[in-house]
């Protein structure tokens, strides 16, 4: 099987060397002067709902719908800040840029306010933005919520033989139902019209420069900005980073390792189980096999939940593909979650995705696929799907074959998208000129393969990598070592040394305690208070 995904993986490099998207458009010979956003800031409406009266402040920026026409329709964008706690010593904003694509930035930068140290709350107004077509500017809807619950209900954790098929029919559909429902918005909701916006509200704030986190496609947007406006760079941290040429230009060989990152996370976290029966209370020393016959009784007869919606064992499967992410941390309550999924009691592995999590889904596809060039061979498509779900057998065939979600299936919608893409970038990824930029990366990250964080690190002029050596998505926050590193970084523009690596994750943690990472969202991205 590893030869059938590498003859897949040359395939498309061949086919995408000569791609004519490849190729960057000519400049047009006269600029039109971009009108610079005015924020009037005032109350935060509904924004927030955990911490309404928090100190934020909330404003809307009126953007480009069209960046290539500049004084053409408009797009509203929703923007949040917190000033500086000490403005005598105001260092300048820090923008906080969520994963997704499809996460609220202004709940982000909200809800993440907390978790970050003194130091850096007092020297920088924090700031959070909902990109275009985010929540509340502009949500995209190309599957409304009726579609979506038939098509994930209607999933299996262990499908059938006729999978891969009904996955492309499906991954048509959604391609057909944004050309046709969102056609507005979806040409112009690519990341390089997303790093345009974040320059934009750069003027508007009146900096000269900005400091940036961003994590997951967070830091896709971080590092597209800083590819487009290298100068403006004071400092930035790029957490659970994306390989970008790959992700943009050769998607099939960027989707094939995080299959097998994701399922090699939820392998050791099982092998944890098998050594350790008594703490995960799961599978009684045989995990794996448990796992297995746990998906096909729940895809044979599910449990109804409270909505009367059923869970299947695509429910866990999609469930455990964000969970996985918390590190080991929350490994002892994944093993109850699976313990009370055999017994057919509920548990957050049982939650089938809700309307919020349609709404996170319909971004994340379209922004994807506003981004990302697959061949449009048909053949390769099946040929790439199944040797991705064989190559990760544990959660693949649930995810790679069932109906449009999350960054591991987007092959089968994006390859059929009939939709233009004059939003998405193709330029050099280098940020010649730049500050330096920390790129942040997870041996076990389960999302974002470290691998990717290597290859931005080198990609960048000015990269220089950070390793936390641990399990789950991202390292901010989630390691004291790294914390105190970016915080350093963040503050006064020190680097960690060259090859530096943090190896102190927090083991698993015994049940008897609600945990902050526990039941993870893939509709709500937050930093984690650092234990």
Request: proline letters at 8%; aromatic letters at 8%; charged letters at 20%.
């Amino acid at each position: 099987m590893a030869w059938g995904i590498s003859l897949v993986l040359i395939s498309v490099t061949t086919l995408l060397a000569s791609a004519p998207g490849a190729a960057t458009a000519a400049a047009p010979a006269a600029v039109t002067p971009v009108p610079v956003p005015v924020l009037s800031w005032g109350p935060c409406d509904g924004a927030g709902a955990d911490a309404p009266q928090d100190g934020f402040e909330c404003a809307t920026a009126r953007v480009p719908l069209d960046h290539r026409r500049p004084t053409g329709r408009t797009l509203d964008l929703a923007v949040t800040r917190r000033p500086a706690a000490d403005r005598s010593h105001r260092t300048g904003v820090l923008v906080l840029h969520p994963g997704g694509p499809g996460n609220s930035g202004v709940d982000f930068a909200r809800n993440s306010y907390a978790a970050l140290p003194a130091s850096l709350r007092d020297a920088f107004d924090v700031v959070g933005y909902d990109m275009r077509g985010v929540a509340r500017s502009g949500q995209v809807e190309c599957w409304n919520d009726t579609e979506f619950a038939a098509a994930v209900d209607a999933a299996r954790g262990a499908p059938g033989p006729d999978a891969p098929h009904t996955a492309i029919r499906q991954g048509l559909d959604f391609a057909t139902a944004c050309r046709e429902r969102a056609a507005d918005l979806v040409p112009f909701i690519g990341t390089g019209s997303n790093a345009k916006d974040l320059d934009l509200l750069r003027r508007a704030l009146g900096e000269e420069t900005l400091s940036f986190y961003g994590r997951s496609f967070g830091a896709y947007v971080g590092t597209v900005y800083a590819a487009q406006f290298p100068r403006r760079v004071r400092a930035m941290v790029l957490d659970g980073a994306y390989d970008p040429r790959r992700y943009a230009d050769v998607p099939y060989a960027y989707d094939a390792p995080q299959f097998v990152a994701l399922d090699a996370a939820v392998g050791r976290f099982l092998d944890w189980c098998a050594e350790n029966a008594s703490a995960c209370g799961f599978g009684e020393g045989r995990p794996r096999q448990a796992f297995e016959e746990l998906k096909r009784a729940l895809d044979s007869h599910p449990v109804v939940t409270p909505s009367g919606r059923p869970a299947t064992g695509y429910t866990l499967a999609y469930r455990l593909m964000f969970n996985i992410n918390a590190g080991r941390v929350i490994w002892p309550y994944l093993g109850q979650a699976l313990r009370a999924a055999q017994a057919r009691q509920m548990s957050f592995l049982l939650s089938p995705p809700s309307p919020g999590s349609f709404d996170f889904l319909n971004v994340n596809l379209a922004v994807e696929c506003a981004d990302r060039v697959y061949p449009r061979s048909r053949p390769l498509l099946s040929a790439a799907v199944r040797a991705e779900a064989a190559a990760a057998p544990l959660l693949g065939p649930a995810i790679g074959f069932g109906p449009p979600s999350y960054d591991h299936n987007h092959a089968p919608a994006c390859a059929q998208w009939a939709v233009e893409r004059p939003s998405r970038y193709e330029g050099s990824y280098r940020a010649a000129g730049s500050a330096p930029i920390l790129v942040l990366g997870t041996t076990g990250d389960p999302d974002t393969p470290y691998q990717d964080a290597v290859a931005l690190a080198g990609t960048l002029d000015n990269g220089r990598l950070l390793t936390f050596a641990g399990e789950g998505h991202t390292a901010y926050n989630r390691s004291a070592c790294v914390s105190a590193l970016v915080t350093d970084y963040l503050a006064g523009l020190s680097l960690p040394a060259r090859g530096t690596v943090c190896a102190d994750e927090a083991p698993p943690e015994g049940i008897g305690r609600r945990l902050s990472s526990l039941e993870v969202d893939e509709t709500r991205d937050v930093i984690p208070a650092l234990r």
